[in-house]
């Protein structure tokens, strides 16, 4: 037993090692988990998406892995904005449009996984790591804010003699960003450079209120 327990250790391992010379990670066909955010602010805003071509790459020893960051994005960010600002347009790029209080940048900063022996070292499940940047401009491209948001998922386990690699690091990955996203959208919802932005965008204009007029004399007869 402890034999084969090396020898299936040992496999693990060069099976990382080869797929992690060249790992392209697949979006997981995961539905976007339900929005957790409670304040809505009371602007206008367009969200920059990256293009869903858009790809992050890393070295990994002497290769790559390479994660779909603008199909990433782009799943999610479609999802959560809407519920964080009273409305939303998406937009590819600059130009930006004029009839907007701000834009809205969310993009992959950085990705890192790792493998975790499950069943006693007989089965494998994957972590993943997502770093995404939020920023906020003005509609003239002046910064309002920028926060930086990490999330860490796990992806299910497999016990096999085949573990497939890019699928398991695809779901902890999708999922990753997912939970980025929302948390950088709740970040935004509790700035103060955010709300004193948004307060001085809609502070009401209250009217001069007219003087009461006196009331005319009245004339005893």
């Known amino acids: 037993m402890i034999k084969k327990h090396v020898l299936w250790l040992a496999f693990s391992i060069l099976l990382l090692a080869g797929c992690a010379a060249q790992l392209n990670v697949p979006v997981a066909d995961i539905q976007a988990p339900p929005v957790n ?3 809505q602010l009371p602007i206008k805003v367009a969200v920059e998406l990256p293009p869903e071509s858009t790809v992050y790459t890393r070295a990994s020893g002497s290769g790559s892995v390479t994660i779909q960051s603008g199909r990433l994005v782009r799943k ?5 904005f809407p519920e964080l600002f009273d409305e939303v347009t998406f937009i590819d790029g600059k130009p930006y449009p004029d009839d ?3 834009i809205v940048i969310p993009t992959i900063e950085s990705f890192n996984f790792d493998g975790i022996q499950v069943a006693l070292g007989f089965g494998m499940k994957f972590s993943a790591k997502i770093t995404m940047k939020v920023t906020m401009l003005t509609a ?9 948001v990490s999330a860490t998922k ?5 016990v096999s003699p085949y573990i497939p690699v ?3 690091v695809g779901e902890a990955s999708t999922l990753a960003t997912a939970e980025a996203i929302q948390e950088a959208a709740q970040e935004i919802g509790f700035a103060k450079e955010v709300t ?7 502070t009401p204009q209250v009217a001069a209120t007219p003087a009461p ?9």
């Open 213 to 221: 007029q006196p009331a005319p004399p009245q004339i005893s007869v």
């Open 100 to 102: 907007v209080d701000a």
């Open 196 to 202: 004193d932005f948004v307060r001085g965008r809609k």
């Open 166 to 168: 890019a699928e398991l």
């Open 140 to 148: 003239q491209g002046m910064r309002v804010w920028s926060h930086v």
């Open 76 to 80: 999610f960010a479609q999802n959560v």
């Open 37 to 39: 955010i409670r304040k």
């Open 154 to 158: 796990e992806s299910h386990d497999v």
